[in-house]
């Protein structure tokens, strides 16, 4: 059975970085699409970007794009999401999850698409 668990999160200046990890157990990821979410506060829980173990295609939600950059360690099972620039409203707990759908733009942001999440970690911009 496929398990999912985020790292890196933590406090963080307005105008710095992070990266953070979604590190798989139980199967390999080969076949899954992989996507990075976040939920703030008292707003619905968003899609950021995700990225196919198939071919590497990638996609990016305008909140992401610029900023966020999605990769993968196929070595280590491992998907990441690189944060720069990044702002108060950044401010949510962030959510790995994978999918054995064909990636696309839309697929991409279809959570109900997406049958295995990790626990979340949280990440908090402030000065």
């Known amino acids: 059975q496929l398990q999912l668990v985020e790292s890196g999160g933590g406090l963080v200046q307005p105008g710095g970085s992070l990266r953070l990890s979604c590190a798989a157990s139980?199967?390999?990821?080969?076949?899954?699409?992989i996507g990075w979410f976040r939920q703030a506060p008292g707003k619905e829980r968003e899609g950021l970007s995700c990225i196919s173990r198939r071919d590497g295609t990638t996609y990016y939600a305008d909140s992401a794009k610029g900023r966020f950059t999605i990769s993968t360690d196929n070595a280590e099972n491992t998907v990441y999401l690189q944060m720069s620039s990044l702002k108060p409203e950044d401010t949510a707990v962030y959510y790995c999850a994978a999918s054995l759908a064909y990636l696309s733009s839309w697929s991409c942001q279809r959570q109900g698409l997406f049958g295995s999440w990790g626990q979340g970690t949280q990440v908090t911009v402030s000065s």
């Open positions: 139980g199967v390999t990821l080969d076949d899954y699409a």
